[in-house]
């Protein structure tokens, strides 16, 4: 266990459907992140948070809204998706911001869109 | 352009023999970090290297850093079949970007 949980863990969505992915850390960090992991790419950075605010977002379409209410909680909101956006999203948190420090992240979830 | 790549892609070694794997970046770094990932799993920090260091241990892992040829190397002495994954190593630089590399599959047969 790395300290950050990710859920739910599997989820298959219509491309009208809106849904959330939640992500929590326990580890007591202040920057959090989300990732798009799609077979044969490279991780891709999606968005940054450092004590709950947005510091980066890497031309993510609108189709995914991110949240952070405070620095132990991240929420991506998912809505009118694609298919070529079923991926394994992942949520990783460190201490100050990763050019510094190591992320932690969670086991991710696995999305597909129908 | 990809920030990093590693080498070899995929690679197949017999368990107790040494794996190494490679990475390649193209701008300056203000650190490297190598991760291992199971499958379909969330990733795990292994090393960070800065870039004013030149290597790095820990257990069964060496890590080296050549900041004149853009890159990092992963050393696992005496592998066992348990060390099968991905790794990937990550650069951040001096902004805002950090960057994984597509990774480098690692089967380590019993």
């Known amino acids: 266990e790395t300290g950050v949980t990710q859920t739910p863990r599997h989820l298959v969505m219509g491309m009208t459907n809106k849904k959330s992915l939640k992500c929590e850390q326990h580890l007591g960090h202040n920057a959090m992140y989300w990732y798009k992991q799609s077979a044969k790419k490279p991780l891709e950075l999606m968005f940054v948070y450092n004590f709950k605010e947005q510091t980066e977002n890497n031309s993510v379409p609108s189709r995914f809204s991110p949240e952070c209410p405070n620095s132990s909680h991240l929420f991506l909101h998912l809505h009118t998706l694609q298919p070529e956006d079923s991926a394994l999203y992942l949520c990783?948190?460190?201490?100050?911001?990763?050019?510094?420090?190591?992320?932690?992240f969670g086991p991710g979830t696995r999305l597909t869109v129908t | 352009s990809q920030q990093g790549e590693e080498d070899p892609q995929a690679l197949s070694i017999q368990e107790g023999e040494n794996a190494t794997m490679n990475c390649s970046y193209k701008?300056?770094?203000?650190?490297l970090q190598w991760y291992r990932q199971n499958s379909g799993r969330g990733l795990v920090h292994l090393i960070l290297i800065r870039s004013n260091e030149r290597e790095k241990h820990s257990g069964r892992l060496r890590v080296t850093l050549d900041t004149s040829k853009k890159s990092s190397s992963l050393l696992i002495t005496a592998s066992r079949a348990a060390d099968t994954a991905s790794y990937f190593c990550a650069t951040g630089d001096y902004g805002q970007n950090f960057v994984f590399g597509p990774g480098t599959r690692l089967s380590v047969l019993p």
């Open positions: 701008t300056s770094i203000n650190n």
């Open positions: 990783a948190s460190s201490q100050q911001n990763a050019l510094s420090d190591e992320q932690y």
